[in-house]
C-alpha cells in the first residue's frame, strides 16, 4: 500500500512490540529452566513446553517439580525464614524497594515476555500489569518499613506456600510475595504451568536485588506440584485460582492449622441504571470483559441493564464491539490478544456452543489462522436461570439480562454463588451509594470497572474465596498474634446420679428467632455438678435445630442495617440486665463448675458487653489513598450468619465473648453453648428477652458440638463458623466449609485466656467483618 | 463560494454531504445527557496507549491530518502581508520534495482561518486553490457585543467571501441552563451564515463541567451548526481529548438519531505531530472513518503544522529534522 492508499483508507497498519529481547533472555537461559531453590537455579529436568499462545511457538522448557524438589525449597525457605524476620521491617523494606525498582528497570522485558507467554496484549502488560506488580513491592517496602510501629504483637506466619494463576502471572506472583516478605515471610511459590517465565525473571531480578537466599523460591510445574506443596509443611497456604481447585485446597488443609487465603472465580455483575452515561457505560465493559480475554476472575460478566435503556444500551454495545481489534498481543494497537491455552478456548467454545438462549453478537473479525482466539461475544437476552449466567467463563463472553428497578438489580446481582467484585453504572449518587454495599462482593466500582491498587484491598465473598490481597487488611493473611499459644485441654462434663430436688422444676429450651423452642428430637442430657449431684436438663440440639436456628438468623437480617449506636445501645441494655442478675447467674456458674468465679466471671462478661458497645460505633473503615481522583473506602461489613461453638471452658464469659463482637458488628449469630456446661446460656436467653434484641439475631443451642459441627459448618446459608470448643472441631468444621467457603476461625486446639486481653479486641471485630473495597472515581 | 475549485478536492463539506438542517430544540433529549468526568477522563487516558500507528502508516496519517488543518491565523498584528504568508503555506504545507518523496503532491490543508478584516486578503491569495477561508465571527472571541451586530458582522464576512464561519456561542446560556436561548441565537446565526458553513464554538475551557459541553453539543447541532468546535484558542483551556470525547459522542448520537452528520474541530492546544494522531485515532474509534475527512474534521492549529513537517521529513530521511528546513508560515 502506498502512503497515498493508507491516506485514503486510513487503517491502522501494524505496530508490533519487537520480541526480541525477551526471546534473547530466553537464549541467554539456555531455553531451559529449573526451578529457583535457595537463591539459585537448579538444573533442568523433566518437564513441559511453555508455549506462546498466539502462535503455538514453543519458547522455552521447563522443569516438573518432584517432591524432592519441593521439599528442597520449603526446607530452603524454612531455613531463611528467621533470619529473615530477624532483619526487622527497616532491613527487608530496602530488598522490597530494591525488587520494585528492578521491576521497572526492567519493565518492558518483562511486559514482553508476559506477553509472549500468556497472550495478553502489550498493552496489558506494559501499561497495567507491570506498572501494578512494581507498585505492589512499593507498597509493602512502606509496610515492611511500618510494621513494628503499626502492627505490634503481630509475627510472621513462617513460611508460605503460594500457588498463582496463568491469568495475570506477574502481577499475581507480585500480590503474593511482596506481603508475604514485607512480613517477614519466607515463600514456595508456583506460577501456573502455562505461565512461568515471568517467574524466572523475576528469580532472576531477587539475585540481582541480592535477595538473601531462601526467601523466595519458585517451582515450576502443573496441579500436582500445586498439591505438594500445599501439603508441604509450609505455615500458611494462599492460592489464586478456580473455585474447583481453592474447595479442594480448603479441604486438603482442613485442620492442619495452616493458615489459608483463597482468591476464587467470579460472575460479576455489571449494572446500568437508566441514568448512567451510557457511552461511559459502554467503554467500562471494554475494560470489563474484554480485558485480557475476559480471564479476569473479576471480569464483569453479567451485564444487568435497566429495561428502558437495554434496546439502546444492546446496540451501542455492539457498535463498539465492531471497533475492536482482536489478533497478535505484540501489536500495540490490539484490543483482544490470544486465550492462554487451547484447552481454555476449547472450554470457551464449548460453554457458548452448549447455550441454546439468547441472541449471540459477534465482532466481525477475522481471527488469525493460527494461535488461540475467541472473538468478543455479547449474549442478550438471558435471565438469571440461564446456564451462562450462572457459570463462569472465563473467556471474552459477556451475558446479558434486564431489570426494572434498583432492588431487583441487587436481587440479579446478589443470585449467584460467586461474590468477587461488582460495578454500578449510576450519575446519581444515591442510587449508587445505596447499591454498592448492597452487592454481595468484596470489591465494587462505582462508575468503573477493574481498577486496582496495592493500597486497597482485593478479594471476595461466598465461593469467590476468603482474605484479602492489598491494604491492610491484606497483611492479616500474613501475620498472626506472636506468641506460642497453649494447648486446650478437653473440658469434660461432670458425671453423677445423686439428685436434690428444686423447689420448682425448670425446663432449659434452645433459644431461636426470639423465642424459647424444645429441641426438635425431643431429648435432653442431664447435667450434673462436680459433686455428681444432678442440677437440671439441657435440650439435645439436632441438625434440623440448626436448619431452624439458621433460617431465624436470615430472617434477622435487619439487624446489618441497624445502626451502630442502636446496636450499641442493645449491648448496653444486655449488660445492664445482665448486670442486675448478677448473684443468680454467679451462683449457676459456681454450681456448674464447681469453681467459685462465677462472681468474676460475671464482672468479665459484663465489661466485655461494654466492650463491644464500645466498639459497635468506632471498628470504622477507611478511605484508602488509591491513585485515581476519588476514594476507595475500605468498608466494614457484617460476614453476614455466623456460626459459633462457644469455649467450653468459660460458659458465660465465653459465650458472651463470641456473642457480643459478632452482633455488635451486625452478624447474627448461631451459638452453640459451652457442651459441658450449659445451664448459664439458657438463662442467659432470658436476659436477651428482655434486652429489646431483635428476633433471630441471636440464636442458642445446647447438645454436643461435635454432633452439631458437621450440619453448621457445612450449611449454605452460613457465611462464618468459629469454634472455640475444646472438642478438637477444626478439621471437621474446615473440611465442611469447602462446600460453600464459608470463612473459618477455629481454634486449632490452643487455649485463649477468655478472662485476658486475648479474649476480645481487634481480632474478634476482624473476623465479625469483611472488607468490602468500594472505589468512587468522581468528578464534576 | 468556491466554484472554482476542483471537483477531485473533496474536503469541503458541501460537496459531499446533506448539510444539517437541525431539527426542534429537544430539550428531553438534552437533559438527558450526561457526561461522567472520570470515565471519559479514562477513556482518554488510556486512547494513546491503545492505538499506535507507525512508518508508511504514521506518514500517511499526517499527510491527513495536514489536509484537516484550519491554518490560523488571529492576532492583532495581523496584516494582508502575514495572511499572504500564512496562504502560501496553505497552498504548500510541506516542502515540495517531501511530498514527491511521499507520493502525496498536490496536499493542501483543510482551510485558512482569519479575521474578518484579513478575509479579503485571504481570498485573493488562495484564489484558484480550492482552500476555502473560514472567519471567525460574532463577537469573536467572547461573542458579547450586541446580538444584531454579531449577525451583522456573520453577513459582512459572508460577503467578504468566508466559506466558512466560526462563530462564538454566549457561554452565559450554558452557564445559566438557558437552552432555548442558545438555541435560538445559534439558529438566528446559521440563517445569518446562508450557503456558508457554521462551526459552532463552544469555548469548553468556560463552561464549567463535561455535562454542560455535552447539552450545549447538542443544542448547537438542532440548531443546524454544520461544524461543533472546542474552543477559540483564547481560553485558558482549550481542545483536550476528554472534552473531544464528549463532543464526538454527541455528535454520533445526533447522527444516530437524524442521519445528519455534524463535523468536529478541537481548537487550541494541539501543537504536536503524537497529539494530531491521538486525535484521528479518536475520531476513528468513535465516529468512524467516514470522519477523517476534511469536510467532517478540522484541526484548529498554527503551530501543529511545523512538527508534522519535521516528522514527514524524518519518515523520508530516516533523520531528525529542524525548524528551519521548513518553510515559515
Redesign the interface.
Known sequence: MTIKDIFQSMDYGTAPESAGDALAWLVDQGDRFGHFIDGAFTEPGDGFESRNPATGEVLALLTQATPADVEAAVSAARRAQPKWARLGGAGRARFLYALARLLQKHARLFAVLETLDNGKPIRESRDIDVPLAARHFYYHAGMAQLMAAELPGREALGVCGQVIPWNFPLLMLAWKVAPAIAMGNTVVLKPAEYTSLTAMLFADICRQAGLPKGVVNIVTGDGHVGEMIVKADVDKVAFTGSTEVGRKIRAATAGSGKALTLELGGKSPYIVFEDADIDSAVEGLVDAIWFNQGQVCCAGSRLIVQEGIAERFHAKLRARMDKLRIGDPLDKSIDVGAIVDPSQLARIQALVDGNTEGEVYRTPCTLPNQGCYYAPTLITGLHPASHLMQEEIFGPVLCATTFRTPGEAVEIANNTRYGLAASVWSENINVALDIAPKLAAGVVWVNGTNMFDAAAGFGGVRESGFGREGGWEGLQAYTRPAGKPKPLKPVMPFKGDTVEPQAVDRTAKLYIGGKQVRPDGGYARAIHNRNGTLIGQAPIANRKDVRNAVEAAQGGRGWAAATAHLRAQILYYIAENLAARKDEFAVTLNRMTGTRSGDKEVDASVDRLFTYAAWADKFDGQVRSVPIRGAALAMREPCGVIGAFCPDDAPLLGLVSVMAPAIAMGNRVVLVASEPFPLAATDFYQVLDTSDLPGGVVNILTGSHADLAPALASHMNVESVWSFSSTDLSAVIEKAAAGNLKRTWVNDGAARDWFGAEGEGRPFLEAATEVKTVWIPYGA | MHSTHSPSQIHLPQTTEPRNPGMALDLDWVMRA??????????AA?LP?????????Q???L??AI?CIDLTTLAGDDTAGRVGRLCAKARQPVRADLLDA???GGLTVGAVCVYHDMIAPAVTALEGSGIPVAAVSTGFPAGLSPFHLRVAEIGESVTAGAAEIDIVISRRHVLTGNWQALYDETRAFRAACGEAHVKAILATGEL??LQNVARASLVCMMAGADFIKTSTGKESVNATLPVSLVMI?AIRDYHDATGYRVGYKPAGGISKAKDALNY?ALI??ELG?RW?RPDLFRFGASSLLGDIERQLEHHVTGAYSAGWRHAMA
Do not use: H, Q, Y
Open positions: 450526561t457526561a461522567n468526568r472520570s470515565a471519559i477522563e479514562r477513556r488510556t496507549g491503545r492505538r499506535s500507528v507507525k512508518k508508511d502508516f506518514a500517511a496519517w499527510c491527513r489536509s511521499l507520493g502525496m464549567g463541567t459522542r484521528l476513528k474509534e472513518d477523517l
